[in-house]
């Protein structure tokens, strides 16, 4: 099958990769660049275990090509955390029980690394909305809420 | 691999693509944000020869403050347009409304005119657009520039009558008439999770009378559909407190659903009811007297 180069960014770093031009984002950073912290549940954007930052923004990878990278900076989970530390939320989520069998943080940790960003002081409901876009199938989500309300408030960046 | 090999097509103009979608015509697909064509070809439910992505299209990303209303490119992010200042204070509406729109990831990336194009009778951009009504403009190399109503534009479900040569480009939001308020109300299984009925009141109140009232239901037939019956029902009725009732009464009489594995026809026809009485409610407690 015809590939097509794409050259792009993901935590930081410059990659250039050559793929199919159906082969979704989430692949090409499974396959072709062995990052394999992004997961791939349902494929069709419904469970947000996929979610990466595209040029800031949380986005569902397995419903972006990878050829539609080009020029873009991506985050995965990967490149959240720097030299082995993990980041206030990651810490947090590890402090309040939010994960169990960790399939679906990769993506919650890339949605919440982008509304933290944005909230000021959001009530319960409002975190519960914003976490809505992803599903987890063990926790039963209390974990994954208090981890979120308890970084809340405070003045350091995520 | 998900989807089955395609053509990928990355105009960098509107011209471009155009002339790409005329030499293909319904062989190929537009592709905007992706969040309905990509899940369908990964599930291998749609099968385009080829794809033409109209994200490099910058020019297809804006929001405009017109004479009577906003224009909205066909590319903006539906994420872009919740959060625009411009949209919060002229048509609060929209935001209100736009919240239910799937989740924020999805809205990121999900487009404005990919969402109208798609014309899903359980989506709120439709629905609004039919509340509200708006336009949208269509383009193609063959025929122009064509203005579509929304009236005339939803066809039926996940069916619009464009052409399949045509692009749609920009969305047209009308301001709401003076003195009106308004009411956004949904009923979905999960937060983000398709509507299984929702409503958008319009309602403009002269002397203690309803002068003009809209009303769009989605989720409620195989269109964004007006509760035309409704609408004329309650034009020139005096404001009282029974107001709620009679609509939910008349909504049900008039809405047509499609039934399910999410809800039977019934159920849909009772919380059309639910959310018709909500948003008028609303919309009346809006309306400045």
């Avoid at chain 1, 419903?63 to 490149?79: K, N």
């Avoid at chain 1, 690394?113 to 000021?120: I, K, N």
């Avoid at chain 2, 490119?73 to 994420?79: D, I, L, N």
Wanted: proline letters at 4%; aromatic letters at 4%; a negative charge.
């Amino acid at each position: 099958m015809k590939t097509i180069p794409v050259a792009f960014a993901v935590n930081g770093e410059p990659v250039e990769v050559s793929v199919e031009p159906r082969k979704t984002l989430a692949d090409t950073l499974r396959e072709d660049l062995g990052l394999v912290g992004t997961k791939l549940g349902c494929e069709h954007g419904a469970c947000g275990a996929c979610n990466v930052l595209l040029d800031g923004h949380a986005v569902r990878s397995c419903l972006l090509l990878g050829v539609q990278a080009e020029g873009a900076a991506i985050e995965t989970v990967e490149g959240l955390g720097r030299d082995g530390e993990l980041t206030r939320l990651q810490r947090a989520f590890r402090d309040h029980h939010a994960l169990q069998c960790g399939f679906c943080t990769p993506g919650f940790l890339i949605s919440v690394t982008e509304y933290l960003r944005d909230v000021d002081a959001p009530s319960e409901e409002e975190i519960r909305e914003a976490l809505s876009g992803n599903l987890c199938r063990c926790t039963g989500y209390q974990g994954i809420v208090e981890a979120v309300s308890s970084l809340l408030g405070e003045e350091e960046a995520p | 691999m998900k989807p089955r090999p395609f053509e990928y097509l990355a105009p960098s103009s509107l011209d471009e693509a155009l002339g790409q979608l005329a030499e293909r015509g319904d062989r190929a697909r537009v592709l905007a944000g992706g969040q309905s064509l990509v899940p369908l070809l990964n599930l291998r439910l749609a099968s385009p020869e080829a794809l033409i992505d109209l994200n490099r299209i910058g020019s297809l990303a804006f929001v405009e403050e017109r004479e009577g209303g906003i224009a909205v490119g066909a590319m903006t992010r539906q994420r872009e347009l919740e959060r625009s200042s411009l949209v919060r204070d002229r048509m609060p509406l929209l935001p209100a409304a736009l919240r239910h729109v799937a989740h924020f990831q999805i809205r990121n990336r999900g487009t404005v005119g990919g969402s109208v194009a798609h014309a899903d009778a359980a989506a709120e951009l439709p629905a609004l657009l039919r509340a509200m009504d708006g336009h949208v403009i269509a383009r193609s190399a063959r025929g122009g520039e064509r203005r579509i109503s929304a009236g005339e534009l939803f066809d039926r479900h996940l069916t619009t009558s464009m052409s399949p040569d045509e692009i749609l480009t920009e969305v047209f939001f009308p301001d709401l008439p003076s003195r009106s308020g308004w009411g956004f109300h949904e009923f979905a299984k999960r937060h983000g999770d398709t509507a299984l009925a929702g409503a958008a009141a319009i309602v403009a109140i002269r002397e203690g009378r309803i002068a003009s009232a809209a009303i769009a239901l989605l989720g409620a037939a195989g269109t964004p559909m007006r509760a035309l019956r409704t609408e004329r029902a309650l034009t020139d009725t005096a404001v009282t407190d029974d107001i709620g009732a009679a609509v939910q009464e008349t909504v049900r009489e008039e809405v047509d659903p499609v039934a399910d594995v999410h809800g039977s026809a019934e159920y849909r026809r009772y919380l059309a009811g639910v959310v018709a009485r909500r948003a008028i409610a609303d919309a009346i407690e809006r309306a400045p007297r």
